[in-house]
């Protein structure tokens, strides 16, 4: 089975450092991970205002950026003593947003859901990490304090990233009490089901199925929410942005969906 050795851990404000690595960094010993490559940007914009205005205000910014990273990688850097700790931190432009380049140190990437307003180091945009970084992320409620999978339940589709997303999962399923192997609409049929279930038991993880072609596609992603709620899964599976990005942000899709109401983690591939 897959194993998870670097968990890339992003750190999107102070507040992070005090519910939310400690949770990463109990994940990372239950996985038996070796490393923590512990990251953070704070994303410094030029702002509305006259020329003569602009480059005076960017650098204070960036001097607040850098001042504030330096103070969370003080403390993170303390985080988990029996782990190998790697900081990387910059204060950019989104435009130059190292995060996707650094999620090359990780099998796995982990981050809070966003606030629907800006941090002190900005808004980080996880759909653009979602789509750029080449491996699984881990969205983690803000109120989640600890990670512990127990009954996970897999929406899945006959996809490249519903596939990739089972792959993903594997390290994740090792202790689950209950897998759950769920598709919605007319595009998943009983066989592909029946074979994504058979990959897992390959890989020693039993999994009930479920499929529902009745739901239409716009309506899957509330269905697996709810399906999700009668199990009491506590982790969700599904691959990420199988329509393109500007498709779901006109039409909707399962993603689009998910990254706004999600109240439970959420591992994606795309």
Do not use: C
């Not at 509305?48 to 001042?67: I, K, N, P």
């Amino acid at each position: 089975m897959a194993a998870v050795r670097n968990i890339v851990v992003h750190l999107d404000d102070p507040e992070a450092l005090t519910s939310f690595l400690p949770a990463v960094v109990q994940l990372a010993r239950d996985l038996k991970a070796r490393a923590l490559t512990l990251t953070a940007v704070g994303f410094v914009e030029a702002p509305l205002t006259g020329a003569s205005m602009t480059l005076s205000l960017v650098q204070a910014r960036q001097r607040e950026a850098e001042d504030l990273l330096e103070l969370m990688r003080q403390r993170a850097i303390r985080a988990a003593p029996d782990l190998d700790l790697e900081w990387r931190g910059a204060a950019t432009s989104r435009m130059a947003n190292p995060a996707p380049d650094w999620s090359v140190m990780g099998d796995l990437l982990t981050l809070r859901a966003p606030e629907p307003s800006a941090g002190p180091l900005g808004r980080f945009d996880v759909g653009e990490l979602v789509l750029t970084a080449g491996r699984p992320v881990l969205l983690v409620p803000r109120s989640a304090t600890r990670l512990a999978f127990d009954r996970v339940l897999i929406g899945f589709k006959p996809t490249r990233e519903g596939r990739l997303a089972l792959s993903a999962a594997l390290p994740l399923l090792r202790d689950a009490r209950r897998v759950h192997l769920a598709a919605f609409g007319s595009t998943t049929t009983p066989r592909q089901l029946k074979d994504a279930a058979a990959f897992l038991a390959h890989h020693g993880i039993e999994a009930e199925t479920t499929l529902r072609e009745a739901v239409e596609d716009a309506q899957a992603g509330r269905a697996l929410l709810d399906l999700a709620e009668a199990d009491r899964s506590d982790l969700l599976v599904t691959g990420a942005y199988g329509h393109s990005r500007t498709r779901e942000l006109i039409f909707g899709g399962v993603t689009r969906t998910l990254l706004g109401e999600a109240p439970l983690p959420w591992l994606m591939a795309h």
